[in-house]
């Protein structure tokens, strides 16, 4: 079973340009959830899809941030434009259950905004 | 405010030697506490679990201990071995919010041969 993967790994962009990451969770997997990690600070929520609807993006910083998935299967979290403290690592992670459980956790991808 | 704090922020352990890391909580609803092990370049993977129903559960080398009245549960690395050096993070959640994880700031744990 292929893991949850996330493109790019890296990215580097200019404060105000647009970037767009990409999460791939594990087939049959219904919930995907965001996460950020900035400086090293603890990882923190973002948002929580279901199939292809938002259940909760309280996490998200501000509407700079949108989030989709479509048809329920990846999902893309645009930033923009970009400032400086968007930097750090965002995680992607599904799980098959709503029911608290194992999420599984992609590489992330490193984001650094100058 | 921070929901979950996790201490110490570093460790360094000799190879045999028992590693503890600390956290503790507010959230008298959190019912699942999770531990997660993150290797350089890779994404935080599950290590062990608890939920509040049990004071302790152990999984080869490691254990959780959870202290309900306290609110503080801890992981404790028997025979710490290099191989264990590592990111680890604990983490809460709760049924209720569709069990999205709220985690500690991490612990680098370094085990010297």
């Known amino acids: 079973e292929a893991g949850v993967t996330q493109f790019p790994s890296h990215s580097v962009i200019e404060k105000g340009q647009t970037v767009t990451l990409r999460c791939d969770p594990i087939s049959g997997h219904d919930n995907l959830y965001w996460y950020r990690r900035v400086m090293g600070k603890e990882i923190k929520f973002l948002l929580h899809?279901?199939?292809?609807?938002?259940?909760?993006e309280s996490g998200m910083p501000n509407n700079r941030f949108l989030a989709e998935r479509t048809g329920g299967t990846y999902s893309t979290l645009k930033v923009q434009p970009a400032e400086l403290e968007d930097s750090g690592v965002y995680f992607c992670?599904?799980?098959?259950?709503?029911?608290?459980?194992?999420?599984?956790f992609g590489p992330g991808t490193r984001l650094t905004v100058t | 405010q921070q929901q979950v704090k996790q201490s110490p922020q570093s460790l360094i352990v000799q190879k045999g030697g028992i590693s503890i890391i600390n956290c503790a909580y507010e959230?008298?609803?959190?019912?699942?506490f999770p531990w997660y092990q993150q290797f350089p370049g890779k994404g935080p993977a599950l290590l062990i679990a608890i939920r509040p129903d049990v004071s302790e559960k152990k999984e080869g080398r490691f254990t959780i201990s959870f202290n309900k009245s306290a609110k503080q549960f801890s992981l404790h690395i028997m025979d710490s071995q290099p191989g264990d050096s590592a990111t680890y993070f604990c983490?809460?959640?709760?049924?209720?919010?569709?069990?999205?994880?709220?985690f500690g700031e991490g612990t680098q744990l370094t085990v010297n041969p």
């Open positions: 899809f279901v199939k292809e609807s938002k259940q909760d």
């Open positions: 983490a809460a959640s709760y049924s209720t919010s569709g069990s999205r994880l709220t």
């Open positions: 959230n008298t609803a959190f019912d699942y």
């Open positions: 992670a599904s799980s098959r259950t709503r029911v608290t459980g194992e999420q599984y």
